[in-house]
């Protein structure tokens, strides 16, 4: 395989990894708090993708249709902890579990219910989708645009953790449940902020991904957001950095599949269960993650 | 609580039996009298039975939480579709690659098919089983969701041993036009189930699902009883993915994509995870009244007036609505982890009465 | 208070099987008992002067589009057309969610409770099969519109399709190739989950392979899945291999985007496909970037060869405002065809009908004059090759295959 073709893969690689890094963001800050799989994540990133093509239908500049899709999705991020999470926050993990595959199922059928199975159409904004070439390689400026945006958005967020007082309460949850309670931090504060981020860094995915790849349906959420789960338990789940790490390394293992292995493409999706059961056995903490022992 | 009656086990054992003749009988009365729709559904009823009780038994029992019912469905589905279908049928069917010829040639009787079906199942899960469960709760749902898929997605492109996304039709119906296959089957999952939770094996389960650690510390080889659990499990999958391959008379891939699973937690959820009665009531329940409340697919008219709301998709809609209001607020379910007994269904009278005759004091500040 | 919620939402799922037990409200009435074969429970004539067709189709999940199209079709025909030997001509419509579970239950329920005399669809040739052992064990005869896969009337008595055969397809779209875009080398892009896909896709290759000589000249076959999105990684294979032409019968939803990201990665390579592109959709996902996009069909509404077609066209541009798709199209004709089984069998009676199907010569359809053959299927052979211009389908050449 020449350079050029190996470095337009390589290119796509990191674009299509970047777009697993945000939504995987958001999995691991709400495991990292609430120790829950939000199943319902991949479909909050559908319900993001269909806000926005309803925001465009109605006329409205991009700038205002953005700004709105992600607040009304980090919204409904909230809601839905309020409503399926927080009066299970005793009960057994598997009932919250449950609730989270409800909930999913849900917005899945409400999609299809609303909006019929037909495909539609996500629009397009021109300045990022008019193909460009550099050097032998073609591509869209989304390319490079999405990776970007990824990496400036982790700092951000890292800098919201790791230096704001909110990312103190939120690290303090996250080690020590009771503790933090007792200590008093304002928990159901910290737990809405912390779906507000994920499901704002969701819509912010929905977004990209929708201009790369046009088009919504109701179930457009489900295998990406099962991948990007993956992604980051591969990483180390309850940490934000691995999320992206896992992200960026799943997007290239499945781009870089096809392209070497052309006759295992059908076997595309099941790579990434492959890669999740091998991390699972051999560090299940994940690349990035820490050790945490079980109290008896 | 203190006057509660007592049964002797003869007398026991006596009502036991008489339910099974009631049973039969109104099983036959069943297949004489409905039509073939009504059948399907009674057939689809029992075959969600038995997937809801094996999969009862390692979320509801064991406490492990595994989503990969529909995975070991495909593999016992597939047994039964590859070696059943008449040999001269397979050329014509295997049209894109031709079917491999280990397997060309072999054509068992339905139930070696699907006991064929049921052990392979137990077999991949064992293989499956034994890195997986050392994993806690949630990363064993996606371990075994993963698994899952990967079984389908291995179906879809192993074009000559499964056909791949063409599928497997015109497998022969030996259940659909009768009750008793998959009743009786049903029946003996569900008689297997009680024997086996009565015994040494279920209060090892209920202890692994109550606090695995302390269960270890008992002396109860976890690994051994996971994996016993989550094998028995699979084994009765398999054999349910026989008897749905044999009703629909066709199988592909894409049925038996994860969310089948959903449909069987719904089951166990609604029935109660930790009661097999519950089990039976919750398939029953959600199967049927899947099916029936098809009438909301279609536009409804009151006195001539068309009411928008009811098209293609309310279905589901509702019926998503009804499982997240089951988990929310009864997410014991139906039965909780009781099972129906006969000291409680003839002590029922009494225990009515006297729940009426203690007055209005009694619940005290419970919960509402 | 949450409990008796609860509770009552049990209730209300254990009500509903109740009243669905009792027998729907609608036609499982009296079990008239005029037909005399050794049938099954079924029997022709409803209790009041009505004939029931059943609308089996996809229309909600993966395929919901198709299954709208064709089933606008057949409501269409219903208006237009609603009675038949001095009897209303009902509708009764059973979806199949695109599953083939379901599938098999949508069909009993038509057959068993709403005693259907005839069965139209189902868009999806995998849906259609799932029905075909319930139709032809039940003697209710079913006349598919787009479905083209072999296998949904091989063996089938009462099975039938007013379309072409993938394998006859597959051979237009190999001619194409090699006649009007001198294809010497070609690549496969397959939906591996689809047995549609791969089945056109097969039928393809053979015919290429036939009319090119040599089978390298199949440079690759390259798989994705239902729902996959993301294709670059195919693209820039296909740039590597650099083949005449790209073969890609895939769903409409799967191929807007992998010919979206071809040009966007800078591929002039031509693309063609099967009949699954035409849809509207296909060209609003596309966008700009499937112009100049060819692919077999069944069907030109600019150019309709008979009265009805031209009646048809005329009529869906005045209920809906766009040009019909040619699946739609299809439906039309199926519902046609059974109504005029009904007149030339006399009766309501499915074997009937069905005897009559089989015997069509020579009807007239907003497609074109339909003859059905021994296996059911409709005798055709030429095919329309499309292109889109301007957002539109439209017509570029007929291919035809002698036979």
């Known amino acids: 395989m020449d350079l050029s073709i190996l470095a337009q893969h390589l290119t796509n690689g990191i674009s299509f990894g970047s777009l697993y890094a945000l939504i995987a963001i958001g999995y691991t800050m709400v495991y990292g708090i609430l120790r829950l799989i939000n199943f319902a994540h991949g479909d909050i990133f559908m319900m993001a993708a269909y806000l926005t093509v309803f925001g465009i239908a109605f006329n409205l500049p991009w700038i205002v249709a953005i700004i709105l899709v992600i607040g009304m999705t980090a919204l409904v991020g909230v809601l839905i902890e309020k409503a399926a999470y927080k009066p299970l926050r005793d009960a057994p993990k598997m009932s919250v579990m449950i609730s989270a595959i409800g909930v999913s199922y849900l917005l899945q059928n409400l999609a299809t219910y609303l909006f019929t199975g037909r495909p539609m159409s996500f629009p397009s904004l021109p300045l990022l989708t008019t193909p460009m070439t550099i050097g032998s390689v073609t591509m869209l400026p989304l390319t490079i645009v999405t990776p970007v945006t990824t990496l400036l958005l982790l700092g951000v967020l890292l800098f919201v953790i790791n230096r704001t007082k909110l990312g103190m309460a939120m690290r303090a949850v996250s080690r020590d449940y009771e503790t933090a309670k007792l200590m008093g931090v304002k928990i159901n504060q910290v737990i809405s902020y912390t779906f507000a981020i994920g499901s704002a860094l969701a819509a912010i995915g929905a977004i990209l991904w929708g201009m790369k790849y046009p088009q919504v349906a109701p179930t457009m959420g489900v295998t990406p957001g099962l991948k990007c789960f993956i992604a980051a338990v591969v990483g180390g789940i309850g940490n934000v950095k691995g999320a992206v790490l896992g992200g960026f390394i799943l997007g290239m293992v499945e781009i870089l599949l096809v392209a070497f292995m052309p006759s295992l493409s059908g076997y595309r999706d099941a790579f990434a269960f492959v890669m999740l059961i091998v991390i699972l056995l051999v560090k299940p903490t994940g690349l990035l993650g820490e050790k945490v022992t079980e109290k008896v | 609580m203190n006057d509660k009656i007592t049964i002797s086990k003869n007398k026991r054992h006596l009502l036991t039996l008489l339910f099974f003749v009631v049973a039969l009988l109104l099983i036959a009365f069943a297949n004489g009298s409905v039509n073939s729709y009504i059948r399907r559904i009674l057939n689809l009823c029992a075959i969600y039975t038995i997937l809801g009780l094996s999969m009862n038994l390692v979320n509801g029992f064991t406490g492990l939480f595994s989503l990969g019912q529909a995975g070991f469905m495909a593999i016992g589905a597939y047994a039964v579709a590859i070696f059943t279908i008449p040999i001269e049928q397979r050329v014509a069917l295997y049209y894109l690659e031709p079917i491999h010829p280990a397997i060309a040639g072999i054509q068992l009787p339905f139930v070696v098919a699907m006991l064929l079906g049921g052990m392979l199942a137990a077999v991949v899960a064992f293989l499956i089983g034994a890195p997986v469960l050392r994993l806690r709760g949630d990363y064993l749902a996606i371990a075994t969701l993963g698994f899952s898929e990967i079984i389908r997605i291995v179906f879809t492109n192993l074009q000559n041993i499964t056909n791949g996304a063409l599928g497997i039709k015109s497998i022969p119906s030996v259940t659909s036009g009768t009750l008793w296959w998959t009743f009786s089957v049903a029946i003996l999952t569900l008689v297997f189930m009680r024997l086996l939770i009565k015994s040494s094996y279920g209060r090892a389960f209920k202890a692994i699902r109550e606090d695995d650690i302390a269960a270890e510390a008992m002396g109860i080889n976890l690994f051994r009883h996971k994996v016993l659990s989550f094998v028995i499990g699979a084994f009765f999958a398999g054999i349910a993915g026989g008897l749905y391959a044999a009703l629909l008379g066709t199988v592909d891939p894409k049925q038996f994509y994860f969310p089948l699973t959903y449909n069987f937690l719904l089951i166990i959820v609604l029935g109660g995870m930790g009661s097999f009665s519950g089990t039976v009531i919750g398939a029953f329940l959600v199967t049927a009244g899947l099916e029936f409340l098809r009438v909301m697919d279609e536009p409804l008219s009151i006195g001539g007036m068309a009411i928008p709301l009811f098209r293609p998709g309310l279905r589901m809609v509702v019926f998503s609505i009804c499982l997240m209001l089951i988990v929310l607020f009864y997410n014991r379910g139906i039965m909780g982890d009781k099972e129906f007994t006969w000291e409680g269904i003839l002590g029922f009278p009494k225990a009515v009465k006297r729940k009426f005759s203690r007055g209005p004091a009694k619940d005290g500040g419970g919960k509402v | ?403």
């Open chain 3, 1 to 403: 208070m949450k409990k008796l919620l609860a509770i009552l939402m049990v209730l209300t799922l254990a009500l509903s099987i109740f009243t669905g037990c009792g027998g729907g409200s609608t036609g499982s009435g009296a079990a008239t008992d005029t037909s005399t074969d050794a049938a099954d429970t079924t029997d022709g004539a409803s209790s009041d002067n009505v004939i029931k067709i059943g609308v089996f189709e996809p229309l909600t999940g993966a395929n919901a589009g198709g299954g709208e199209l064709e089933r606008q079709g057949m409501e269409l025909a219903n208006k237009l057309y609603p009675e038949v030997l001095g009897m209303k001509v009902e509708l009764v419509v059973a979806d199949n969610k695109s599953d083939k579970a379901e599938a098999t239950t949508a069909v009993a329920r038509l057959i068993e409770k709403d005693n259907v005399v005839a069965i139209l669809g189902s868009w999806g040739s995998s849906l259609s099969m799932a029905a075909g052992d319930l139709v032809q064990t039940n003697q209710v005869p079913a006349v598919g519109a787009s479905c083209t896969n072999p296998q949904v009337t091989l063996g089938n008595d009462y099975y039938f399709r007013v379309c072409f055969l993938d394998p006859f397809q597959g051979t237009v779209m190999a001619n194409y190739a090699t006649q009007r875009l001198n294809a010497q080398t070609a690549v496969i892009v397959q939906e591996v989950s689809n047995d549609y896909s791969v089945g056109l896709a097969s039928f393809f290759k053979s015919a290429f392979v036939t009319l090119t000589g040599d089978e390298a000249n199949i440079l690759d076959t390259l798989n994705y899945n239902t729902g996959d999105q993301d294709f670059s990684a195919i693209i820039t294979r296909i740039q590597q291999l650099n083949p005449d032409v790209v073969f890609a019968p895939g769903n409409f939803t799967e191929s807007a985007l992998l010919i979206r990201q071809a040009r966007e990665q800078g591929i002039e390579i031509p693309f063609i496909g099967g009949d699954t592109w035409e849809t509207p959709d296909f060209v609003t996902v596309g966008g700009e970037y499937v112009e100049g996009i060819v692919l077999s069909t069944f069907y030109d509404h600019t150019n309709p060869t008979t009265e009805i077609g031209k009646i048809f066209v005329d009529e869906y541009r005045a209920e809906y405002g766009e040009d019909p798709a040619a699946v739609t199209a299809l439906g039309f004709d199926a519902y046609m065809l059974v109504l005029d089984a009904i007149e030339r069998a006399g009766s309501a009676d499915p074997v009937a009908i069905r005897d009559e199907l089989a015997k069509t010569v020579n009807f007239e359809g907003a497609t074109g004059i339909i003859t059905i053959d021994a296996n059911g299927d409709a005798e055709k052979y030429e095919a329309v090759i499309k292109i889109v211009q301007d957002g539109n389908f439209v017509y570029q050449d007929t291919i035809e295959i002698a036979q």
